[in-house]
């Protein structure tokens, strides 16, 4: 199993900076890609970024150059980070930590665990 555990977010005006953090326990050597979503009210979740395990990013449209995320990964756990800059109200919502492994029963599948989700919110 994996623990998610999230940590940032608040309240911030537009155009200022916020960072999340979120720590991975467990079994942490078999998940890739850590990443962030969000989910607005009314919306659907969706991928704000995500990592591998080799360093490469990926990024939603919306973020793209305000937003970056990192990692840092130890023996015994893994950080995924989200530095928020030039934020907007439309980057309002809660923010959840997302880990993937992907296991052979037979069959591929891919494992989704989540943090608790911290929130977001940017007011204009």
């Known amino acids: 199993q994996v623990q998610l555990v999230e940590s940032g977010g608040g309240l911030v005006q537009a155009g200022g900076p916020l960072s999340l953090s979120c720590v991975a326990s467990?079994?942490?050597?078999?998940?890739?890609?850590m990443g962030w979503y969000r989910q607005a009210p009314g919306n659907r979740r969706e991928l704000v970024a995500d990592?591998?395990?080799?360093?490469?990013?990926?990024?939603a449209e919306s973020v793209k150059g305000r937003f970056t995320i990192s990692q840092d990964n130890a023996n015994t756990k893994k950080t995924v980070y989200l530095q928020m800059n030039s934020l907007k109200p439309e980057d309002t919502a809660v923010y959840y930590c997302?880990?993937?492994?992907?296991?052979?029963?037979?069959?591929?599948?891919?494992?989704?665990?989540w943090g608790q989700g911290t929130q977001v919110t940017v007011s204009s």
């Open positions: 467990g079994t942490i050597f078999t998940i890739n890609p």
């Open positions: 990592i591998d395990a080799h360093g490469m990013t990926n990024y």
């Open positions: 997302n880990a993937k492994r992907t296991i052979s029963d037979g069959e591929w599948k891919t494992l989704d665990y």
